[in-house]
């Protein structure tokens, strides 16, 4: 089972996935092993399912299962759980007994197909949410998104609102922008804290002279 060329084409498949589609957009390294990790559980319990006397429809119910597992630990992205789905759809494909080999190939390439295409930056371009908690009851959406552009100095940020607290009067909103849109932060001025060095060296030698 081990030889088998959907697992040879898994292996290849989940390299191409995690390495070079994840891995080179800038994904969070911690998620490589996470990715790489889930891809080889779900074929490994499905190889040893199809093998076994159970049916390729327990396998379907460990799929399912997977699927609705919420990590605790951190929250992902809604472009990491695509990525994490096809990481277990990969999995499966390769440990389930097809009959053809070709059409195993075939529907692990559209899977990558579909990331590669999807997750191109030209098509979805890359964005960052942010919670915030606002210092006003802001109740219009728009208003709460026009003292988030106020506040990140971003004209292009939106905000959604999560819950409105009309008792301590503040908003939490989730805010999205396109990192190149952030406002570039310029370092303070080497002049503007030469003085203070001078005042404290000349304090520290007339100290030391009495």
């Known amino acids: 089972m081990l030889t088998s060329p959907l697992v040879l084409a898994d292996v290849v498949a989940i390299a191409l996935l995690v390495f070079g589609l994840f891995w080179r957009r800038d994904g969070r390294r911690e998620l490589v092993v996470a990715f790489l990790t889930v ?10 399912l199809s093998d076994g006397t159970v049916g390729a429809g327990l396998g379907l119910g460990l799929f399912g299962i997977l ?41 692990m390439t559209a899977i990558l197909a579909a990331v590669a295409i999807g997750d191109h930056p030209r098509i979805a371009g890359r964005t960052v949410s942010q ?27 939106t905000a959604t609102v999560v819950r409105v607290d009309l008792v301590n009067d503040t908003t939490l909103v989730v ?29 520290y030698l007339e100290r030391s002279a009495r």
């Open 175 to 203: 805010a999205r922008y396109r990192p190149e849109d952030r406002p570039a932060v310029r370092d303070a001025p080497a002049e503007d804290t030469a003085p203070a060095l001078a005042d404290t060296s000349s304090l």
């Open 131 to 157: 919670e915030m908690v606002l210092d006003q009851a802001w109740t219009d959406p728009a208003e709460a998104t026009a003292r988030v552009r106020t506040l990140t100095g971003i004209p292009t940020a």
């Open 39 to 48: 891809n080889v559980g779900v074929l490994a319990v499905t190889a040893a």
């Open 67 to 107: 699927s609705i597992i919420r990590l605790r630990s951190e929250e992902l992205t809604q472009r990491e759980v695509a990525y994490y789905f096809a990481a277990l759809a990969l999995g499966l494909l390769g440990g389930l007994t097809i009959t053809s080999t070709l059409l195993g190939i075939a529907l």
